[in-house]
């Protein structure tokens, strides 16, 4: 998060802690603890639907909350439920962001049952769709049918591989336009839950402009006292916090854990417009918008099942981009609905002309970067409902 300029520009005392201590900080800043559930999730669990979930729970998700609760139904069936608490009512109000998540693990899941032979039949909001906010009704129920047809999906063999990039790309190299378009075919899923559109550009003049808007939204974002501060309470710094929480921002690494130590990285900081980690998490985040040499976007309506399958679209995309070698992150920002952020959404709609009930579901970066470490998530058992 924050650069080493940065770093040495804060005084003597942080300097002390990486010299003397930072063989001591890399032994401690491993968090495998809490990355064992990708692990885990290729040994299984004795019955389908746990096997099945224990890949879903990989998912992506808006800043990793990890929102799903689970509860096995019977011998063949098991209910999708949203941890309310989980939710991020300043940066997703209307909860889009935390359904598309929701879709993301409905797809994993969907398609591990499948590696098992089972088809699993999912019904959306089976109670009906809420309203203005997420509630206690079930978000899906899915019934694990034994299929010997059933097609296994030639991306699940990426679920472990997928990553979200958070480094900055490799300049001057755009993911080629025939990569580019094998990763956004792959946004429709076999069974989906409704219709997509997927498209992605290198183009220069509109890969300029879509930098700037997202240099925009994200500076919106950091400056506005709420939305900046959900973010700072949710980030866990060091491996300790990590492990401890194994969801939400996570810092890790050497000089994470020498900056937090010597107090200049921690959530309060964060959290203070004009200190040195506010500026730096500023700097670090509005690099990676400047490396992006190719974006995509993915297009559905906006009915509570349209962003669930947009939430399968956008695991889809993701899975292909790791089968090519290309990194995936969304820029989420500019999509989101609050006040502050009305300008630059309907701009970037006006812009690729697209009106309700349409809406750009996803916009993400793409390019090459070294490969990544798995997220951190909590464990399998931790999600059911019993």
């Known amino acids: 998060m924050l650069s080493r300029r940065a770093l040495l520009v804060t005084g003597g005392s942080s300097i002390v802690v990486l010299g003397a201590g930072y063989a001591g900080l890399a032994a401690r800043s491993s968090i495998a603890p809490a990355q064992a559930p990708w692990k885990q999730a290729a040994k299984g669990f004795g019955d389908v639907r746990l096997n099945a979930a224990a890949y879903a729970i990989l998912a992506p998700n808006p800043h990793n909350r990890q929102p799903w609760q689970i509860r096995l139904e019977g011998e063949d069936r098991l209910t999708l439920f949203c941890d309310l608490g989980r939710r991020l009512p300043e940066t997703d109000p209307p909860d889009r962001q935390i359904t598309i998540g929701l879709g993301a693990f409905l797809e994993l899941l969907r398609q591990a049952a499948a590696e098992q032979g089972y088809r699993a039949t999912i019904t959306p909001f089976p109670d009906g769709e809420p309203g203005a906010r997420l509630d206690e009704r079930a978000i ?45 075919a792959a946004a429709d899923a076999p069974t989906g839950l409704a219709p997509l559109q997927a498209s992605g550009t290198s183009d220069p003049d509109t890969v300029s402009w879509l930098k700037e808007i997202c240099r925009r939204a994200w500076e919106i974002e950091l400056r506005k006292p709420e939305t900046c501060h959900e973010s700072a309470v949710l980030t866990r710094i060091g491996a300790k916090q990590i492990i401890a929480d194994p969801d939400g921002i996570s810092l890790k690494g050497p000089m994470m854990e020498a900056l937090h130590m010597a107090g200049i990285l921690t959530g309060p900081k964060m959290d203070e417009a004009g200190s040195t980690a506010w500026n730096s998490t500023m700097s670090f985040y509005t690099g990676l918008i400047d490396s992006a040499p190719t974006f995509a976007q993915l297009i559905a309506g906006n009915s ?20 090519e070698g290309v990194g995936f992150q969304p820029l989420s920002q500019v999509l989101q609905e609050y006040d502050e952020m009305a300008g630059p959404f309907a701009e970037i709609h006006d812009h690729f002309g697209i009106s309700a009930p349409a809406r750009i579901q996803g916009l993400f970066r793409l390019g090459y970067a070294h490969a990544e470490a798995p997220a951190p998530r909590w464990p399998l058992e931790s999600r059911l409902i019993t």
């Open 140 to 184: 899906a129920t899915v019934q694990f049918v034994p299929d010997s047809n059933a097609e296994r999906d030639p991306l699940f063999g990426l679920v472990l591989e997928r990553r979200t990039t958070r480094t900055k790309f490799a300049a001057g190299k755009p993911v080629p336009e025939e990569t580019l378009a094998r990763i956004v």
């Open 304 to 323: 509570r099942t349209d962003q669930l399958a947009s939430g399968q679209g956008w695991v889809r995309m993701q899975l292909a981009a790791a089968r």
